[in-house]
């Protein structure tokens, strides 16, 4: 058995989560335990220093920000190994996704939150930059939790979808069993970063919509959603993977004065609403499109999950489209329904990237990212 941390600062700038995980392999199945769970918010310091970072910093900021993030990450996994009450010694290693500040396949993607800092910080050696390896092997470098999905919450008799609501939405199509050449996954658009943003925009003091309240208190204005949903992003087949590189400030704020502009007397409900909209029909787009496979059900994770008008609007939006072509509707129910809390399966995902890395099995899987082939992912910063 194996003990691994998880770290992962997501793209809807919330804070960090980390997880600590015990992996076992026996007879060539894998199993976990999840020892401990935390999640740090970030402050609205923090949080607006990374988004004016993600938009353009300078050199210094950039580097000072590497630094700062590495220590906020060491910070989260010494809080979870306290909360799991075991020894730093018992830790194999520590897996870091960091955050991401470009992500521009198949010619780069950038995550910082340095390594040597968090080992530094914990005295435990870290893995991290998992996602370089793909790109530089022409993939996508995301969704890179498709082989924890594939391997780890395979369904043994049904097709299941794993949907992850995090900043950016992605999708894991798991036939039965997990095999991996049949897998594929991809980004479907945002998750709950246009969401958030535009919560952010007019509700200052706000986070983001807490219980999804500002959103049942609006209606949806389908035009906006309709003129939005003509990106090409949207009608790209996959493999793809996208960010806040095309979900912008200035696609917020394209959001909220198309809103106001259809709608004379919108609400900031109404815009709300719609934002949440947005992510509910892309979704339901992208399993019209571009999921033939029989799904019987989809598991929802994720911060996005916790969000009743934003997950309702997906269960709707995907019966209303796949009742309108005839297809079988899926269940669509919370991930921890069958397994753990829906917000930490990114960062055991990503721990168990590192299980992965330690014993030099490939990682990526090309079938969702696209690459060339499979490769072992991470890079590792000794304690």
Known sequence: MTVLVGLMSGTSLDGISAAVVRFRESGG?????????????????????????????????????DFDIGAWLGDAAVS???????ARADIAAIASHGHTVWHDPPRATWQIGNAAVIAERTGISVISDFRSRDVAAGGQGA??????????????????????????????????????????AFDTGPGVCVID????????????????????????????????LHDPYFSASPPKSTGRELFTPRYVA??????????????NEDIIATATSLTARSI?????????EPVDEVLVSGGGAKNPALFDAIREAIGRSA?????????IEPFERVFFDGEAKECVAFAFLGWLHLRRRAANVPGATGARGPRILGSFTPA
């Open 284 to 292: 339901a787009l992208a399993f019209e499109n571009f999921i033939p």
């Open 143 to 184: 969704p890179l939790v498709t082989i924890a999905d594939a391997m780890l919450f395979n369904s043994p008799a049904k097709w299941r979808a794993t949907l992850n609501l995090g900043g950016i939405a992605n999708v894991q199509l798991i036939p039965p069993g997990g095999m991996l050449e049949s897998v594929r």
């Open 80 to 86: 979870a190994i306290a909360e799991a009450g075991i």
């Open 254 to 267: 394209r959001l909220i004065e198309s809103c106001r502009a259809v709608k004379p007397g919108c609400s």
């Open 323 to 331: 009742r309108a072509s005839s297809s079988p509707v899926p269940s």
């Open 29 to 65: 199945e894998i199993g976990l335990d999840l020892l401990a769970f935390v999640s740090t918010p970030y402050s609205s310091v923090q949080r607006e220093r990374i988004a004016a970072a993600l938009v353009g910093a300078t050199p210094q900021e950039y580097a000072r920000l």
């Open 197 to 228: 943003a535009v919560v952010r925009a007019l509700v200052p003091g706000l986070a983001h919509d807490v219980g999804g309240a500002l959103a049942r208190g609006g209606t949806p204005v389908p035009a906006v959603v309709d003129e939005l």
